[in-house]
């Protein structure tokens, strides 16, 4: 039987699992990574990339084909609330288009304060530019259509069986660690026998419980499409509720309806919910239909333990409502990548890896409340048929609706506090400096540079970001020369923890960063920031390396 060696095993090569491979190949890592399908995915699922995301995309290289495989440049992102899409619109959020938001970030009259803002581009793009980037990377090897069977777990290493999909050959990689990024079913979490907490398919009218997933395609005329080109549009009517998405702002679009309890998935006709959310019949060329449960608000009880580690779908699922889903894994990845490869670098301590469960559950616990509040605004209230009487008792009901709506369509999608808030306030390996935490408003980010959050952006002269400066390892950003850090630099050296020094005038990066030296991880948070270096210096190093 063949056996293979790598550092890493990455089971599941969804948009987690891809990320993570990217960024341990970006800290010299060697990694594998094994995925059932023989392909990456073929479901439109996620269509909201957030801004932090994005960030970490663009340290990755990719974040410039990822736009360019979003909407078209020019095409509104907004958001529309209609009775159908023959129907009466009830209430707009007006977003910007590509093109617009990339302008506004510059400007920095975005609400998003940083590089890159949020983008919309299906997972099935994002999905293959990943693909892509890691077969073209000589530090990751790629095998798709491979299945993880079983694994064990020694003092020295893991020892996992891997099986061909198409001719049932099999093949032994052994690894010095295992991630499960293998999604909600998780065969890595159940082997571990971590299980979910939480809720499971919370009935709701909308976005809680039974739903269909239909892919399709327009191929002839679109005029009956009256409401004004939107990216989102929300089917709210007395018998019917749904989400359009377009996929490529122009013929292809992904409809996500509520169907009813223990309806025969055989029975549903694709056609027919199209036509009920039209209003009108239509005729579509069917890409793809699945049928899925909302309302889930599950998080693993943990994230892993010595050798296995867990990150995405296979530790938190949520319902998509606020796009939360994919997003949160891919931040995961990061936080968990450097982790790794610390200890496959021989510099990271014992208590490297268990800080990723410090810094990122009580994140998944967030987010999933978060997610579900958004589902339950959306998915909980009543609609009478009144909705689309064109009489007084209709226009009053659209005007009470509208106005609710317009406000939840905000609370929804403008979210830069959940975003950009994130910070880790359990990890062990950051320190604290004594200040109070800034308030975690999901609508008002508030960028400081207080240890455990993600360190603020700037532009920078010649139009880079302050993050375009981030090594892959920890980065010591100094706003005296005169501070002398030199011991610190040759004691990290002596014992390979990666620290590059990053000198900036004050002025350059200006309120956020109030302390003189502010060391930011390699995932971008702050770990420790000080006008004058920690007195022990080793116990320093020792302490954000999880010693
Ligand atoms: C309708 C819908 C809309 C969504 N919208 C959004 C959104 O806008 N924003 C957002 O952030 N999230 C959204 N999500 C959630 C998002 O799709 C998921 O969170 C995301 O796919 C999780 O990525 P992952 O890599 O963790 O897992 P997955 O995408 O599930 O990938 C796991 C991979 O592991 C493979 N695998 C499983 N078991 C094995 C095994 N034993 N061996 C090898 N391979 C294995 C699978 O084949 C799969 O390719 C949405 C979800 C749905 C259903």
Not at 237 to 259: C, H, I, P, Q, Y
Not at 387 to 392: A, L, N, P, R, Y
Not at 425 to 454: A, F, H, K, Q
Not at 482 to 487: F, G, S, T, V
């Amino acid at each position: 039987m063949l056996e293979v060696k790598t550092k890493v095993l990455i089971s599941g090569g969804g948009p987690v699992g891809l990320t993570l491979a990217l960024e341990l190949s970006r800290q010299g890592v060697e990694c594998l990574i094994v995925n059932e399908q023989e392909t990456t995915s073929t479901h439109p699922k996620a269509n909201a990339i957030n801004a932090r995301s994005m960030e970490h995309f663009r340290r990755l290289g990719v974040s410039s084909e990822i736009r360019e495989a979003g909407l078209p440049e020019n095409y509104p992102t907004d958001v529309t609330y209609v009775t159908r899409l023959t129907g009466y619109e009830i209430a707009r959020l007006s977003m910007p288009s590509r093109a617009r938001a990339l302008e506004e970030a510059k400007a920095g009259t975005s609400p998003y304060d940083c590089a890159e803002p949020p983008h919309r581009c299906s997972q099935i793009y994002l999905e293959s530019i990943l693909y892509k980037s890691a077969l073209q990377n000589p530090l990751i090897n790629v095998l798709f259509g491979y299945r993880l069977e079983s694994f064990i777990e020694s003092e020295s290493e893991i020892i996992a069986n891997v099986e061909n999909i198409s001719n049932g050959e099999c093949i032994i990689i052994k690894a010095d660690y295992l991630v499960g990024a293998d999604g909600g079913r998780s065969m890595v979490r159940r082997e571990l026998g971590i299980r979910y907490e939480g809720e499971a398919g919370i009935e709701r009218r909308m976005m809680g419980g039974s739903m269909m997933a239909t892919y399709f395609r327009l191929s002839r005329d679109l005029s009956w499409l009256k409401i004004s080109p939107s990216w989102q549009y929300w089917i709210v009517s007395s018998d019917f509720r749904a989400l359009l998405m377009t996929v490529n702002g122009k013929d292809e679009f992904v409809l996500l309806s509520r169907v009813q309890e223990n309806t025969n998935n055989d029975r549903i006709d694709d056609l027919e919910l199209i036509s009920l959310a039209a209003g009108c019949s239509v005729d579509a060329e069917i890409i793809l239909s699945q049928s899925w449960t909302a309302g889930h608000a599950l998080i693993a009880e943990s994230y892993g333990r010595r050798r296995v580690w867990l990150v995405g779908d296979s530790t938190h699922l949520f319902t998509p409502t606020g796009g939360l889903g994919m997003n949160t894994g891919v931040d995961d990845a990061i936080n968990l990548a450097w982790k790794l490869s610390a200890l496959v670098n021989g510099w990271g301590g014992p208590n490297l890896l268990s800080s990723y469960e410090e810094d990122r559950r009580p994140i998944g616990l967030r987010n999933l409340a978060f997610a579900k509040s958004f589902a339950e605004s959306i998915g909980s209230f009543e609609v009478s048929s009144n909705i689309e009487s064109e009489k007084f008792q209709g226009q009053e009901e659209r005007r009470v609706l509208g106005s609710f709506l317009a406000d939840h369509g905000k609370r929804e999608f403008i979210i830069p506090g959940i975003v950009l808030g994130v910070r880790y306030e359990n990890s062990s390996i950051i320190w604290p400096d004594g200040t109070l935490p800034v308030r975690d408003d999901p609508y008002d980010y508030v960028p400081t540079s207080r240890p455990g959050s993600r360190a603020p952006h700037v532009w920078l002269s010649g139009g880079l970001a302050l993050c375009d400066f981030f090594s892959p390892g920890f980065t010591l950003i100094r706003q005296n020369q005169e501070n002398d850090i030199n011991d610190l630099l040759s004691a990290a050296n002596d014992i390979g923890v990666p620290i590059s020094l990053l000198d900036l005038e004050h002025d350059e990066i200006c309120e956020f960063y109030e302390r003189e030296l502010t060391l930011v991880g390699p995932d971008g948070h702050v770990t420790w920031r000080g006008d004058a270096l920690p007195q022990n210096t080793i116990n320093f190093l020792d302490r954000i390396r999880g010693m």
